[in-house]
């Protein structure tokens, strides 16, 4: 088929590039120059593993262009993927100028029958309005369009993986054409056995966000009760353990630690409490979810205070910037005020990680207490401690000895519950986690 994809941001991209490998034909429109070189080039300008492997495969084969001309995405296909950015406004509430925009623009260049297919996450009824926006700025009015909802459930760092072996694809549609369309596109994971479920437009876009804010409360609930294995003295991972058993409840997402940030949990929660609200709805379950994870950050700059008791002039290194690990992205990552509030204390810091320094420094640029190190051990020389923030792998196989070795003292205060508390102790750590 060929298929045009607006906006070359995660979905975007990850959708495009994984459409084109399963054979499609592709046009990509992305307005920003300077995105638009890269990726004509095949750089992915996001990391994500096996992203630029997979773009420059389907470059070659002649699957995949882009372009900034949108009059041409509208040319090329009936079949128009909306994957612009939905951020979040001032209010809270997502801020949907671009899906607007792109509306309007399609409708002005339409000459026959298009599917337009909202895949980025917005409010629901949003195709209400992207329907009515065609209706209003298309020049001929005999020409048949149909709006579609199909959320994208992946996840950063296993986005193509997500893609290609989803849980279930959802299809939101109102007529037989568009649902025979989506039906086709969707075929070769029908056929391998991924679920398929056809709803109304609204029920899909509701279920991007009820599925997220759920996994959001998820990882609040976990945290709390991780607040209360530590006044009783039980360890939180046993508790998950013995939860996550129960199939009803299931073990994913009920990893304790300083709480989700990203560029999807703190939008989409926020968001989905304005919708409930536009509603005349209160949902108050959602509020404390977020009140939740936001003193998770607090708690873990009052542990540093427990433990240091001064952070100023203290050498203190820290491990981990991403929002989670296999990513480059900071966006609402708990690091982002943990490093700030440190510096604002007057802590020397220095910074490791092992894709994300590059946007960090953007927010926090080298100075007299805050450098970056290139391997995670220069973190170590002389620190008064040593902070954990992401969870990447390199740090839970990190040489243990090494790092007692190289520290003034040997303090961890680990956010993301990396190693073993036990097994830290009889190196000698003084280690403090969450939970536990
Ligand atoms: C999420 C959803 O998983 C995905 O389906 C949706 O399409 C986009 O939003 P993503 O933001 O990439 O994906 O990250 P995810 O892996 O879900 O983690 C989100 C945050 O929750 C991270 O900050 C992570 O550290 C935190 N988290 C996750 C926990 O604190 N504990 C957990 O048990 C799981």
Redo the contacts with the bound molecule.
């Keep these: 088929m060929k298929i045009t994809v607006i906006g070359a941001g995660y979905v975007g991209l990850v959708t495009a590039a994984c459409f084109a490998d399963l054979g499609n034909e592709v046009l990509c429109v992305e307005k920003v120059s300077s995105k638009l070189e890269k990726l004509c080039r095949g750089i992915s300008p996001i990391y994500e593993p096996g992203l630029s492997e997979m773009l420059q495969r389907n470059i070659k084969e002649g699957r995949i262009q882009f372009t900034d001309r949108i009059e041409e995405g509208v040319r090329f296909s009936d079949v128009i993927f909306l994957c612009v950015g939905t951020p979040q406004g001032e209010d809270g509430k997502a801020d949907l100028s671009q899906v607007e925009e792109a509306s309007r623009q399609i409708a002005q260049n339409m000459t026959d029958y298009k599917l337009i297919i909202e895949k980025s996450t917005v409010p629901v009824n949003t195709h209400q309005w992207v329907k009515k926006t065609v209706k209003r700025y298309i020049k001929d009015k005999s020409i048949d369009f149909d709006v579609a909802s199909n959320p994208?459930?992946?996840?950063?760092?296993s986005a193509i993986y997500d893609f290609m072996n989803p849980d279930r694809i959802v299809v939101g549609v109102e007529s037989e054409r568009a649902r025979k369309i989506m039906e086709e596109l969707y075929r070769p994971f029908t056929e391998k056995g991924f679920p398929l479920l056809i709803t109304t437009p609204a029920a899909a876009e509701l279920i991007k966000h009820a599925?997220?804010s759920f996994?959001a409360m998820k990882?609040s609930y976990?945290n709390m009760i991780a607040d209360l294995c530590e006044k009783v003295g039980a360890d939180i991972n046993e508790v998950a353990d013995g939860m996550g058993y129960d199939k009803r409840i299931g073990r994913d997402?009920?990893?304790a630690?300083i709480?989700?940030?990203?560029?999807?949990?703190p939008k989409d929660v926020q968001a989905f409490i304005k919708i409930a609200e536009d509603h005349g709805l209160d949902f108050g379950l959602l509020k404390e979810t977020e009140k939740i994870n936001r003193s998770r950050r607090r708690k873990f700059l009052d542990r540093i205070e427990d433990v240091l008791w001064i952070s100023k002039d203290k050498n203190i290194a820290v491990w981990g910037l991403a929002?989670?690990p296999n990513t480059d992205d900071i966006r609402e990552a708990p690091s982002i005020d943990i490093v700030r509030e440190l510096d604002r204390l007057g802590a020397n810091l220095r910074l490791y990680d092992p894709k994300a320094m590059e946007n960090f420094r953007y927010l926090f640029p080298e100075k007299e207490n805050i450098s970056y190190v290139e391997d995670m051990y220069d973190a170590l020389k002389d620190a008064d401690a040593l902070l954990i923030i992401t969870e990447w792998d390199q740090f839970k196989n990190a040489d243990l000895d090494r790092v007692k070795q190289l520290m003034r003292l040997p303090i961890v205060i680990d956010g993301r519950n990396v190693y073993d508390p036990k097994m830290m102790k009889e190196k000698g750590f003084e280690y403090y986690s969450i939970g536990r």
């Design positions: 994208e459930f992946l996840r950063e760092g599925s997220n996994l990882i976990i997402f009920l990893n630690g709480g989700y940030g990203g560029s999807c949990f929002f989670k």
